[in-house]
């Protein structure tokens, strides 16, 4: 197991380069939920707000 | 009932809706073929007779540069649609693919930076292939910046399209750039008429590489999509019942 995780002994450049592949896909995936969530509730909010005035 | 398709799509409402059912499916076969690129690429290929193990990070580096260069033109051709048919929806994906095509530019060029440090002993040198792509990197951050500068959305979508088009003429100085100007990147392996000079063991995981890479940016580039047309849509009032229903 750690023949494999030195990686003939580039793994400070092989390992960095997963790491950063696995940063960037997950990132990737989350800025859109989350900037989803954020428009919806922000349309709910005024949503709720108008409603409010017209009472 | 292709055109039918087509024209359905074109509306944001059912657009929505079709992604949203789609999205699953292609995070799915991401992660299949993830599981299965990286299990063969990192335990079973063998290492190169030369560069020993460090040539692994081929099986990032590469496809996360042919995806850089495949986003753009999507954009590109969408960009074309958006401005000759001004299309709601194809304006959409042209803004929604430029984060994940960015994103996939830095890793091509964090990646190939770190594999030439072992190779070539430094972590850049202005070759003409590294040059055209970080070109491409500041043309999609300029697209992003371009875009949320703009206020009104139809006016962004044109600007955004009109630069993504103007870009598109630097695709394929980065895929010639080796053959013409011949610095220390290596000429095509895989993208070329003949054979791939690459052996089977390694070039299978680099190839489920790019499936799984594209399937990652159809599920990505839908993601984006749908937040890009709840906020486009927000007064309308299909946008409206949606929010009262995920409020419940």
């Known amino acids: 197991m750690s023949e494999f995780l030195a990686m003939g002994g580039y793994a400070v450049y092989v ?24 428009v919806l509730t922000d349309i709910a909010r005024k949503l709720r707000r108008a409603r ?3 009472r | 009932m292709i055109i039918r398709f087509f024209h359905q799509m074109g509306s944001p409402r059912y657009f929505y ?3 949203g059912k789609m999205i699953p499916w292609f995070m799915v076969g991401f992660l ?17 007779y030369q560069q020993g193990e460090s040539y692994r990070i ?12 495949f986003i753009y033109v999507v954009m590109a051709v969408s960009g074309l649609i958006s401005l000759v048919w001004r299309i709601k929806m194809t304006e959409i994906i042209v803004i929604s693919s430029a984060t994940v095509g960015a ?14 440090k072992p190779m070539w002993g430094t972590w850049w040198v202005w070759d003409a292939r590294l040059t055209s792509e970080l070109l491409l990197l500041f043309l999609y951050l300029g697209i992003i910046a371009l875009h949320s500068a703009i206020e009104d ?11 993504a088009l103007v870009g598109v003429v630097n695709i394929p100085v980065i895929h010639y750039s080796v053959e013409w100007w011949n610095t220390l990147h290596q000429p095509a392996t895989i993208t070329k008429f003949d054979k791939p000079s690459m052996d089977m063991s390694m070039l299978i995981p680099l190839l489920t590489m790019a499936i799984s890479f594209k399937l990652y940016y159809g599920a990505v580039v839908l993601m984006r999509a749908r937040a890009e047309i709840v906020e486009r849509e927000r007064n309308s009032r ?9 409020a419940k």
């Open chain 1, 15 to 38: 390992w960095p380069s997963f790491l950063l592949a696995l940063i960037v896909l997950v990132a990737n995936v989350v800025a859109p939920m989350r900037q989803r969530k954020r």
């Open chain 1, 52 to 54: 409010k005035e017209q």
């Open chain 2, 17 to 19: 809706n079709v992604a």
């Open chain 2, 32 to 48: 299949i073929t993830l599981v299965l690129g990286l299990y063969n690429g990192l335990f079973v290929a063998p290492p190169d």
């Open chain 2, 58 to 69: 081929i099986y990032i580096h590469v496809p996360a540069a042919w995806m850089s260069m």
């Open chain 2, 103 to 116: 994103s996939f530019t830095f890793l091509a060029l964090a990646t190939g930076s770190l594999w030439g």
């Open chain 2, 153 to 163: 959305k139809r006016v962004a979508a044109r600007a955004v399209s009109i630069l």
């Open chain 2, 238 to 246: 299909w946008v409206q019942e949606l929010v009262e229903e995920e």
